[in-house]
């Protein structure tokens, strides 16, 4: 049951104000930036640099806190469930992009080539066919539009890389779940090497995919602006990508964290919400497998 | 009294100077921040519906050009949704449950500051949209109204990436305040607060946290394409390479739709504590109702598309959405019914608060029939786009939840500040309001009818009559806001002091925590867990 | 109390003196116009019954609260009945109310679906028309007979006008009692092609095409505007549909294809054309199709549409100033001309830029010549 007695509320703290105005700072100088105007990128890096100074500053607060032991178990409680929360939302936000995904192929490009649900658009588009990847876009057939699209030369295969990404990012869910064994049976070596693996396993996905990407953009021919099949998979790849590397960056700081014994069997928060992150990525990107690369 | 914080030095006396509201970690502090924020976002969307209706107060381009008027148009809407209803909800939910669960403070405190901090950056975003549009160069302004529709929101010049972000920033700060909300009403029970001991207005912030956490990001993903669309070549919504606006409009709605009960629920928390204490009585069917509220939280996920009924969807779809959203009468109903039979055979009193509850209920349950005649689709096929929907949402907004923050203002003033507000002043506040609410957006049921579009600069003199009546209600219902801010700041300033529990009936059949506190209530609201009956 | 008395009659007296100064108003139209069309009659019907539906529940819920207003109040010395909620309608309401209101909920969809399910009917049509938005005109194209009609906001209609802003240059025009299908689709953003009485609306999407039909039965003009936000122009986009007998339709469609012919026969014979002559008509087409954006006087909106008055452009080298046209800018508001104005006209158009407000540069181009840039 919840136990006021023990519960923990911080001092005041110049944190939040400061990582606002560094959101602020971040996303102005992006705009800038995208928009061609010249200090944007200057702003930006400004930006970034902010909110690194706030992740050691905060977290690094945080981190003392606990080792002084100020919290007590309801605040550990109350840590968990924010984070599961916060999963949550990021589920619903990748479940968005699936969605879209299935949106295109099972409604929007059917219509267009004539059949599904508004079969007319076709005329528009006269000759369209609906082959999925989509290596033919309707621009193609539509002399007038004047369409800004070029279409992937080939579609990305199921075999090769995404596999080798598949098996490398499920066997670091395994490293990871066998640090968490060594965490429980309060054995320092296996946490730490089991974090090393799992930190290793992370970075060679990070390398894999920055060559794929780079393969499909001078070989292949597939670009963000290759139509909606570049589209779709640019962006799904795209931000799985962005949660693996936060998620590296994170393993690192509990790594570290752990060589410094930071953790004990039963306080050790961090730890096990980077690993339902981790877990988290990890579930994404069989979905993606699943649904970008093999269907 | 026990060690309640880890800190017992710092006890009860507050910080102090400007660092105690930058740097808050309290919640009253943080609630009070919001609610600041929140009235003066009430002025600057309603000083855009003021131009809005001086513009269309008749025939002929008077005062604003079209793009102008529709960035407006846009910035009033968000800023009114976003910048006013939200923030003032959740400065209400900062205040409030943790003193109604007996917790020393919200589960996540510096989050909290966070979520508060991130919405003046917001705001500030939003107000660059607007003014980027005046240097050369940056294309048209942001005139898409508040759904941003593609490719109209492509078009647009570099306002629209503004306001891109300020909407992602909102979207961070709404899932973080929900994020605390929902950790805090599950964590930070005292003990003996079981979840059907909780008042109404605790339950409608579990719902409604939990709506934003699912749709917020459903949102910022929609944006986020939008982004890449305008600026990195994809073609998510460009039928050329496959891609098809229309889908924008889906994920729009899902997190639109649901968005419309976050508004409405927090008010209708409120009215669960204001109907059951001016009535004497105890809540009417209170278990049903939290069912039902869970009820409509899932039934209000997937109705979105009565939005986009004109698309031409499936017919399959289109039936199975119009049916769900028909459906959607019965849990609200059953809402209104609790209320309603909470009345009968109650002891009841008319102070403001309970004014406007009963206003609440009848307008709110004619915005609701309103809404039903929307969802079904062959008659939304004419009135689509017109201000018959105008009408309807006014009717729901502005009852279903701004006219509950009122009521809830009005009801927590004393507890907030120590001093009761002047009750003739408020009762005057809400025959004005009220009465020039209904002169302003009665008519435009009509107008919409008769066939005039929304979003218009310009109209024909056929719809002048109405269109009239609407702009002088308009301004009286503006004006009548000066009031309520005299009211404010005046209960602020002084007044007659108010004990720890003004209302005779709070705390029948709740167990009415927040009233067995001095009012105002010390800076921290438990040091120890209360007593729960 | 007396003053919250005093408060109240006050508020009686406004509500009073708005609802007398009504008729004064003289108010035409409240509902939705007289239905001309099969299917906008039925559409009709149901919203008379949902509105009607609407209004009862709301008198049921009035009625309620006034009695309760009425009856238990405290300064009556009302004792409240702690045991009410209790009763059995207290522990019963929760299935008895949500029951009713899904019998209500019930016989409003099952009706929906009836007029649904004619809506979505895809019989065939004796005419189809394309219906295209751009910003900001409509293009209707007759798919049977290789008619095309661009329509514009008639502008000469002054703001104290019935039909200011509600008429057009081009009609649209259909037969009376034959089956017509629209086929809705747009060149740049969504617009909604929308006649209360005769057509209900679905919106024009680029690249994709949306089908609504209608069977009028009464002769008439009927007007509508585009409903749906498309930008600067969106309140000046009417539409206006006139409907006249078969026969008379078919004779309206000979006229306007002789007519179409001798245009076609001009715009490419290969008659050398005189500036002045490009310019009088140039004139008259930028008006119409070019200056709602870039305004009659060539001087644009700044920042959102470009000058063409002193514009690098209008007053450099020809064959990009032809190109701008043919082939639009993507990306932005500028759309392209090449399937919408034919060799003459572009050529008019084009002409009466580079020498109109000032822009002298005295050259002209023919429609030969743009013919060749196509
Ligand atoms: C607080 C906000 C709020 C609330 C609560 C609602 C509630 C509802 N809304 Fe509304 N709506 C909006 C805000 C809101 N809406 C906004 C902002 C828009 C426009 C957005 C835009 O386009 O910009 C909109 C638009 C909108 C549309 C789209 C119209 C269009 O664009 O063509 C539709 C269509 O179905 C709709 C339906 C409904 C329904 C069925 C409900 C239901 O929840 C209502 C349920 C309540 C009742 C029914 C009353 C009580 C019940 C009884 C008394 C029992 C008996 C009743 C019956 C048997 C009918 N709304
Ligand atoms: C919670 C949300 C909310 C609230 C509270 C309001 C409040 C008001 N709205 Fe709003 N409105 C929306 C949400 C809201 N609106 C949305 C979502 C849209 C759709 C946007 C879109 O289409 O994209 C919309 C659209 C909209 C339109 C449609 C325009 C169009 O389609 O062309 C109109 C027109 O009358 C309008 C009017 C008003 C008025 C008069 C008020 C009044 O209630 C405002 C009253 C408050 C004040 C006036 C402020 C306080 C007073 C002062 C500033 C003092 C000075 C006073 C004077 C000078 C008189 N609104
Ligand atoms: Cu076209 Cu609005
Ligand atoms: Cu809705």
Same mark, same amino acid.
């Given at each position: 049951?919840?136990?006021?007695?023990?519960?923990?509320?911080?001092?005041?703290?110049?944190?939040?104000?400061?990582?606002?105005?560094?959101?602020?700072?971040?996303?102005?100088?992006?705009?800038?930036?995208?928009?061609?105007?010249?200090?944007?990128?200057?702003?930006?890096?400004?930006?970034?640099?902010?909110?690194?100074?706030?992740?050691?500053?905060?977290?690094?607060?945080?981190?003392?806190?606990?080792?002084?032991?100020?919290?007590?178990?309801?605040?550990?409680?109350?840590?968990?469930?924010?984070?599961?929360?916060?999963?949550?939302?990021?589920?619903?936000?990748?479940?968005?992009?699936?969605?879209?995904?299935?949106?295109?192929?099972?409604?929007?490009?059917?219509?267009?080539?004539?059949?599904?649900?508004?079969?007319?658009?076709?005329?528009?588009?006269?000759?369209?066919?609906?082959?999925?990847?989509?290596?033919?876009?309707?621009?193609?057939?539509?002399?007038?539009?004047?369409?800004?699209?070029?279409?992937?030369?080939?579609?990305?295969?199921?075999?090769?890389?995404?596999?080798?990404?598949?098996?490398?990012?499920?066997?670091?869910?395994?490293?990871?779940?066998?640090?968490?064994?060594?965490?429980?049976?309060?054995?320092?070596?296996?946490?730490?090497?089991?974090?090393?693996?799992?930190?290793?396993?992370?970075?060679?996905?990070?390398?894999?995919?920055?060559?794929?990407?780079?393969?499909?953009?001078?070989?292949?021919?597939?670009?963000?602006?290759?139509?909606?099949?570049?589209?779709?998979?640019?962006?799904?790849?795209?931000?799985?990508? @962005?949660?693996?590397?936060?998620?590296?960056?994170?393993?690192?700081?509990?790594?570290?964290?752990?060589?410094?014994?930071?953790?004990?069997?039963?306080?050790?928060?961090?730890?096990?919400?980077?690993?339902?992150?981790?877990?988290?990525?990890?579930?994404?990107?069989?979905? @993606?497998?699943?649904?970008?690369?093999?269907? | 009294?026990?060690?309640?914080?880890?800190?017992?030095?710092?006890?009860?006396?507050?910080?102090?100077?400007?660092?105690?509201?930058?740097?808050?970690?309290?919640?009253?502090?943080?609630?009070?921040?919001?609610?600041?924020?929140?009235? /003066?976002?009430?002025?600057?969307?309603?000083?855009?519906?003021?131009?809005?209706?001086?513009?269309?107060?008749?025939?002929?381009?008077?005062?604003?050009?079209?793009?102008?008027?529709?960035?407006?148009?846009?910035?009033?809407?968000?800023?009114?949704?976003?910048?006013?209803?939200?923030?003032?909800?959740?400065?209400?939910?900062?205040?409030?449950?943790?003193?109604?669960?007996?917790?020393?403070?919200?589960?996540?405190?510096?989050?909290?500051?966070?979520?508060? &901090?991130?919405?003046?950056?917001?705001?500030?975003?939003?107000?660059?949209?607007?003014?980027?549009?005046?240097?050369?160069?940056?294309?048209?302004?942001?005139?898409?109204?508040?759904?941003?529709?593609?490719?109209?929101?492509?078009?647009?010049?570099?306002?629209?990436?503004?306001?891109?972000?300020?909407?992602?920033?909102?979207?961070?700060?709404?899932?973080?305040?929900?994020?605390?909300?929902?950790?805090?009403?599950?964590?930070?029970?005292?003990?003996?607060?079981?979840?059907?001991?909780?008042?109404?207005?605790?339950?409608?912030?579990?719902?409604?946290?939990?709506?934003?956490?699912?749709?917020?990001?459903?949102?910022?993903?929609?944006?986020?394409?939008?982004?890449?669309?305008?600026?990195?070549?994809?073609?998510?919504?460009?039928?050329?390479?496959?891609?098809?606006?229309?889908?924008?409009?889906?994920?729009? &709605?899902?997190?639109?739709?649901?968005?419309?009960?976050?508004?409405?629920?927090?008010?209708?928390?409120?009215?669960?504590?204001?109907?059951?204490?001016?009535?004497?009585?105890?809540?009417?069917?209170?278990?049903?109702?939290?069912?039902?509220?869970?009820?409509?939280?899932?039934?209000?996920?997937?109705?979105?598309?009565?939005?986009?009924?004109?698309?031409?969807?499936?017919?399959?779809?289109?039936?199975?959405?119009?049916?769900?959203?028909?459906?959607?009468?019965?849990?609200?109903?059953?809402?209104?019914?609790?209320?309603?039979?909470?009345?009968?055979?109650?002891?009841?009193?008319?102070?403001?608060?309970?004014?406007?509850?009963?206003?609440?209920?009848?307008?709110?349950?004619?915005?609701?029939?309103?809404?039903?005649?929307?969802?079904?689709?062959?008659?939304?096929?004419?009135?689509?786009?017109?201000?018959?929907?105008?009408?309807?949402?006014?009717?729901?907004?502005?009852?279903?939840?701004?006219?509950?923050?009122?009521?809830?203002?009005?009801?927590?003033?004393?507890?907030?500040?120590?001093?009761?507000?002047?009750?003739?002043?408020?009762?005057?506040?809400? &025959?004005?309001?009220?009465?020039?609410?209904?002169?302003?957006?009665?008519?435009?049921?009509?107008?919409?009818?008769?066939?005039?579009?929304?979003?218009?600069?310009?109209?024909?003199?056929?719809?002048?009559?109405?269109?009239?009546?609407?702009?002088?209600?308009?301004?009286?219902?503006?004006?009548?806001?000066?009031?309520?801010?005299?009211?404010?700041?005046?209960?602020?300033?002084?007044?007659?002091?108010?004990?720890?529990?003004?209302?005779?009936?709070?705390?029948?059949?709740?167990?009415?925590?927040?009233?067995?506190?001095?009012?105002?209530?010390?800076?921290?609201?438990?040091?120890?867990?209360?007593?729960?009956? | 109390?007396?003053?919250?008395?005093?408060?109240?009659?006050?508020?009686?007296? @406004?509500?009073?003196?708005?609802?007398?100064?009504?008729?004064?108003?003289?108010?035409?139209?409240?509902?939705?116009?007289?239905?001309?069309?099969?299917?906008?009659?039925?559409?009709?019907?149901?919203?008379?019954?949902?509105?009607?539906?609407?209004?009862?529940?709301?008198?049921?819920?009035?009625?309620?609260?006034?009695?309760?207003?009425?009856?238990?109040?405290?300064?009556?010395?009302?004792?409240?009945?702690?045991?009410?909620?209790?009763?059995?309608?207290?522990?019963?309401?929760?299935?008895?109310?949500?029951?009713? /209101?899904?019998?209500?909920?019930?016989?409003?969809?099952?009706?929906?679906?009836?007029?649904?399910?004619?809506?979505?009917?895809?019989?065939?049509?004796?005419?189809?028309?394309?219906?295209?938005?751009?910003?900001?005109?409509?293009?209707?194209?007759?798919?049977?007979?290789?008619?095309?009609?661009?329509?514009?906001?008639?502008?000469?209609?002054?703001?104290?006008?019935?039909?200011?802003?509600?008429?057009?240059?081009?009609?649209?025009?259909?037969?009376?009692?034959?089956?017509?299908?629209?086929?809705?689709?747009?060149?740049?953003?969504?617009?909604?092609?929308?006649?209360?009485?005769?057509?209900?609306?679905?919106?024009?999407?680029?690249?994709?095409?949306?089908?609504? &039909?209608?069977?009028?039965?009464?002769?008439?003009?009927?007007?509508?505007?585009?409903?749906?936000?498309?930008?600067?122009?969106?309140?000046?986009?009417?539409?206006?549909?006139?409907?006249?007998?078969?026969?008379?339709?078919?004779?309206?469609?000979?006229?306007?294809?002789?007519?179409?012919?001798?245009?076609?026969?001009?715009?490419?014979?290969?008659?050398?054309?005189?500036?002045?002559?490009?310019?009088?008509?140039?004139?008259?087409?930028?008006?119409?199709?070019?200056?709602?954006?870039?305004?009659?006087?060539?001087?644009?909106?700044?920042?959102?549409?470009?000058?063409?008055?002193?514009?690098?452009?209008?007053?450099?080298?020809?064959?990009?100033?032809?190109?701008?046209?043919?082939?639009?800018?993507?990306?932005?508001?500028?759309?392209?001309?090449?399937?919408?104005?034919?060799?003459?006209?572009?050529?008019?158009?084009?002409?009466?830029?580079?020498?109109?407000?000032?822009?002298?540069?005295?050259?002209?181009?023919?429609?030969?010549?743009?013919?060749?840039?196509?």
């Amino acid at each position: 049951m919840t136990n006021t007695e023990s519960y923990f509320i911080p001092e005041p703290s110049r944190w939040p104000i400061i990582s606002a105005s560094s959101v602020f700072v971040l996303l102005f100088g992006f705009i800038l930036m995208i928009n061609d105007v010249s200090v944007g990128s200057m702003i930006l890096t400004a930006g970034f640099l902010m909110i690194g100074y706030i992740f050691f500053g905060w977290f690094g607060a945080v981190i003392d806190e606990n080792l002084r032991g100020s919290y007590g178990p309801n605040v550990s409680t109350s840590f968990r469930q924010g984070m599961f929360w916060f999963i949550t939302s990021e589920v619903f936000f990748f479940l968005t992009f699936f969605a879209c995904l299935y949106y295109f192929r099972g409604i929007a490009i059917p219509s267009l080539s004539g059949e599904g649900h508004q079969p007319m658009s076709n005329i528009l588009w006269d000759g369209f066919q609906d082959v999925w990847p989509l290596v033919t876009l309707p621009g193609d057939t539509n002399v007038v539009s004047g369409t800004t699209y070029t279409p992937p030369k080939e579609a990305m295969g199921a075999g090769g890389i995404p596999l080798w990404n598949t098996i490398i990012l499920l066997s670091s869910g395994g490293t990871l779940t066998w640090a968490h064994w060594g965490l429980k049976k309060e054995s320092k070596n296996q946490l730490v090497l089991g974090l090393m693996m799992t930190v290793a396993l992370g970075l060679i996905f990070f390398g894999f995919q920055a060559y794929e990407y780079f393969h499909a953009y001078t070989a292949m021919d597939l670009k963000l602006t290759s139509g909606i099949y570049g589209s779709t998979f640019y962006m799904l790849t795209g931000f799985h990508g @962005l949660h693996v590397t936060i998620g590296t960056i994170m393993l690192i700081v509990i790594t570290i964290r752990s060589m410094k014994d930071h953790f004990t069997e039963e306080n050790h928060f961090a730890f096990e919400a980077v690993a339902w992150y981790w877990h988290f990525v990890d579930v994404v990107w069989i979905g @993606l497998y699943f649904f970008v690369y093999w269907l | 009294m026990s060690e309640a914080t880890a800190h017992d030095d710092h006890h009860d006396h507050k910080p102090t100077g400007i660092g105690r509201w930058l740097f808050s970690t309290n919640h009253k502090d943080i609630g009070t921040m919001y609610l600041i924020f929140a009235l /003066v976002m009430l002025f600057l969307g309603g000083a855009s519906a003021m131009v809005l209706r001086m513009e269309l107060f008749m025939p002929g381009i008077q005062i604003v050009d079209p793009d102008t008027y529709n960035n407006l148009l846009t910035n009033h809407a968000l800023i009114m949704v976003f910048g006013m209803v939200m923030p003032a909800g959740a400065g209400m939910a900062n205040w409030m449950i943790p003193m109604m669960i007996g917790a020393p403070d919200m589960a996540l405190p510096r989050l909290n500051n966070l979520s508060f &901090w991130l919405l003046p950056m917001a705001g500030t975003m939003l107000i660059l949209s607007m003014v980027i549009s005046y240097f050369p160069g940056t294309g048209t302004p942001v005139n898409t109204g508040w759904t941003l529709y593609p490719p109209l929101s492509v078009q647009s010049g570099m306002g629209m990436d503004f306001l891109i972000f300020t909407v992602h920033i909102l979207g961070i700060s709404s899932i973080l305040a929900a994020i605390n909300i929902v950790t805090t009403i599950v964590n930070m029970r005292a003990p003996g607060m079981t979840w059907f001991k909780m008042p109404l207005f605790v339950w409608s912030w579990l719902f409604t946290g939990l709506l934003l956490i699912m749709i917020m990001p459903v949102l910022a993903g929609g944006v986020t394409m939008l982004l890449f669309d305008r600026h990195f070549g994809t073609s998510f919504f460009d039928a050329a390479g496959g891609g098809d606006p229309v889908l924008f409009q889906h994920l729009f &709605w899902f997190f639109g739709h649901p968005e419309v009960y976050v508004l409405l629920l927090p008010s209708i928390g409120v009215l669960g504590l204001i109907i059951p204490t001016f009535s004497r009585k105890p809540l009417f069917a209170y278990k049903p109702l939290v069912w039902f509220m869970a009820a409509l939280t899932a039934l209000g996920m997937v109705v979105w598309a009565h939005h986009q009924y004109t698309v031409g969807m499936s017919l399959d779809a289109t039936t199975y959405f119009m049916i769900g959203t028909i459906l959607i009468s019965i849990p609200v109903g059953m809402m209104l019914m609790s209320f309603i039979f909470t009345m009968w055979r109650g002891a009841m009193t008319f102070e403001t608060p309970m004014l406007f509850g009963i206003a609440i209920i009848l307008m709110f349950s004619f915005a609701g029939v309103t809404g039903v005649m929307l969802a079904v689709v062959p008659a939304d096929l004419q009135y689509h786009d017109s201000y018959f929907v105008v009408a309807h949402f006014h009717y729901a907004l502005i009852p279903g939840s701004v006219f509950g923050l009122y009521a809830a203002v009005f009801y927590w003033l004393p507890k907030w500040t120590g001093n009761m507000y002047n009750e003739t002043q408020g009762q005057i506040f809400f &025959w004005w309001t009220t009465l020039s609410f209904n002169l302003t957006f009665f008519p435009q049921h009509f107008s919409g009818l008769a066939g005039m579009p929304r979003r218009i600069v310009d109209y024909s003199p056929q719809f002048a009559d109405f269109n009239y009546l609407s702009s002088v209600g308009g301004m009286l219902f503006g004006l009548s806001h000066l009031l309520f801010l005299y009211i404010i700041i005046k209960t602020i300033k002084g007044g007659e002091k108010a004990p720890a529990n003004p209302w005779e009936g709070s705390q029948i059949g709740t167990t009415g925590l927040e009233w067995t506190l001095p009012s105002p209530p010390p800076f921290h609201s438990f040091n120890t867990p209360p007593a729960i009956k | 109390m007396s003053k919250l008395r005093q408060v109240f009659n006050r508020g009686l007296l @406004l509500i009073a003196s708005t609802l007398f100064s009504l008729p004064a108003f003289a108010v035409r139209e409240y509902n939705l116009p007289e239905p001309a069309s099969t299917i906008t009659r039925e559409i009709y019907d149901l919203h008379m019954l949902t509105a009607w539906v609407a209004t009862a529940i709301m008198i049921i819920v009035t009625g309620i609260i006034l009695y309760a207003l009425i009856n238990f109040r405290k300064s009556k010395g009302y004792q409240p009945d702690m045991e009410f909620n209790h009763t059995w309608f207290g522990r019963w309401s929760w299935a008895l109310v949500p029951a009713i /209101v899904l019998g209500i909920d019930f016989s409003i969809a099952g009706s929906a679906t009836e007029t649904l399910g004619n809506i979505e009917s895809h019989d065939p049509a004796d005419v189809t028309v394309k219906v295209t938005g751009s910003q900001w005109k409509w293009t209707y194209e007759y798919m049977d007979d290789d008619l095309k009609i661009v329509s514009n906001l008639n502008k000469d209609i002054p703001a104290d006008n019935d039909l200011y802003l509600r008429d057009v240059d081009n009609r649209l025009v259909l037969p009376t009692n034959k089956r017509v299908r629209f086929l809705h689709t747009a060149t740049d953003v969504l617009h909604a092609w929308w006649v209360p009485a005769i057509a209900y609306k679905k919106d024009s999407i680029p690249g994709y095409i949306n089908e609504t &039909w209608t069977v009028i039965d009464k002769e008439g003009v009927y007007r509508g505007q585009c409903a749906e936000n498309c930008g600067t122009g969106h309140a000046f986009m009417p539409i206006v549909v006139e409907a006249v007998s078969p026969a008379k339709y078919d004779e309206w469609m000979k006229g306007q294809k002789v007519a179409m012919a001798a245009a076609m026969a001009e715009a490419s014979s290969d008659k050398i054309w005189d500036q002045a002559e490009l310019m009088e008509r140039g004139e008259k087409l930028y008006n119409t199709s070019c200056a709602a954006c870039h305004m009659p006087t060539g001087a644009g909106i700044p920042g959102v549409f470009p000058a063409l008055k002193g514009s690098p452009v209008a007053l450099g080298d020809m064959s990009k100033h032809i190109d701008i046209i043919l082939k639009g800018v993507a990306g932005t508001a500028m759309a392209s001309w090449a399937n919408q104005l034919n060799d003459l006209e572009l050529a008019a158009i084009i002409t009466y830029e580079r020498n109109a407000w000032g822009n002298n540069t005295g050259d002209s181009t023919q429609p030969a010549d743009i013919k060749a840039a196509r």
